[in-house]
């Protein structure tokens, strides 16, 4: 296994409470504070950071200068943090993945030594198999990286297809040229639960977005926002984590179309009988709600349901949040 050129890529998760889009913005800021080149991923509450000039300005290894950005967040913010470190984004993000809050975990640019982290991790770690690709990969006794890896490109293009087998088989031999890209982050807004247990059953897991679409929608609404996409982050029991994004048939705020849009999300995902630790659910890409546009419609239903939910969310800013309504009102509602 090797990589075609020596990098110093981080990926960083930030662990806190608080969970607000100032705090992102704050706790991006210290990371740009080491390295300009910061890829926001607020999806998750992490961020991508490439290294490799800072090494040689804050004359430090990678270990070090890690732990010289996490020890700034936790002064400056409070904020416990987690890193993976590696030559690669793919190897960087399994590497956070498997690694605790309050640690750091770094894999060297040496191909024993990106050989000996990748090969024995199950094939679902790898950025790109999510859980319905890693069954798939299992039906043919295709279970670990290494498996994956040394799997004949021809027969695992018949299993996936073509850009796909060679996408995955690549990160699985340590190879992944993506750059990080700097850039501001976007303009959102999120909400998340996280399971006292692992949750197994599906009807929870749909229970939950359904709650998390009714408090975004609310806040949205209280904000005068528009969404014009939603981003459903899964968190398994391992720690691995599955993100899908969909963009709306049309930029809202509607609980109805934002809860069709979150419920094929995560019926895409097929988790079954997944061990789930925490659910995620974020409105990105939001605009005033003064630029939306509705689609006229000669059915003066979705119209009813609008009048419904403003009574709703007057009944909610006098009462007090859970007092009433629910996504699960709207179900009958679904996005085309």
């Not at 793919?90 to 690694?99: G, N, P, Q």
């Not at 031999?173 to 982050?185: C, H, L, N, T, Y």
């Not at 005033?288 to 009574?311: F, G, I, M, S, V």
Request: hydrophobic share 40%.
């Amino acid at each position: 296994m090797t990589t075609t050129r020596s990098r110093a890529i981080v990926r960083i998760h930030f662990h806190s409470a608080e969970c607000s889009d100032e705090l992102y913005e704050h706790l991006l800021a210290v990371v740009e504070g080491i390295t300009p080149w910061v890829e926001p991923l607020p999806a998750d509450w992490s961020a991508y950071a490439d290294l490799t000039g800072a090494l040689r300005f804050w004359d430090r290894d990678v270990e070090g200068l890690v732990g010289v950005l996490r020890l700034r967040l936790l002064a400056l913010h409070g904020v416990q943090s987690s890193a993976g470190a590696g030559p690669t984004r793919s190897i960087a993000a399994m590497a956070a993945a498997v690694t605790p809050p309050g640690a750091a975990t770094s894999v060297h640019d040496d191909p024993s030594e990106i050989a000996a982290f990748l090969r024995p991790q199950p094939a679902a770690a790898l950025p790109g198999v999510g859980p319905k690709t890693a069954r798939t990969l299992s039906r043919y006794g295709i279970t670990t990286v290494g498996e994956l890896a040394d799997t004949p490109p021809a027969a695992l293009q018949r299993i996936l297809g073509t850009a796909h087998a060679r996408q995955v088989q690549e990160v699985a031999q340590g190879i992944d040229e993506r750059p990080v890209v700097p850039a501001a982050a976007p303009k959102s807004m999120s909400a998340s639960h996280r399971f006292d247990h692992d949750e197994l059953d599906p009807n929870q897991h749909h229970r939950i977005v359904l709650a998390l679409v009714e408090e975004l929608g609310g806040r949205l609404r209280d904000a005068s926002e528009i969404a014009q996409s939603l981003t459903l982050t899964v968190t398994y029991a391992d720690r691995t984590q599955t993100t899908r994004t969909r963009t709306l048939a049309e930029p809202t705020a509607h609980t109805p179309a934002l809860a069709g849009t979150a419920r094929q999300l995560l019926a895409g995902l097929g988790l079954q009988r997944a061990r789930v630790r925490g659910i995620g659910l974020r409105a990105e890409r939001l605009h005033p709600a003064e630029h939306a546009t509705h689609q006229l419609t000669l059915d003066d239903h979705d119209d009813k349901l609008h009048r419904l939910e403003a009574a709703l969310d007057q009944a909610r800013a006098r009462y007090g949040p859970g007092f009433a309504g629910a996504a699960s009102a709207f179900r009958s509602v679904t996005t085309s």
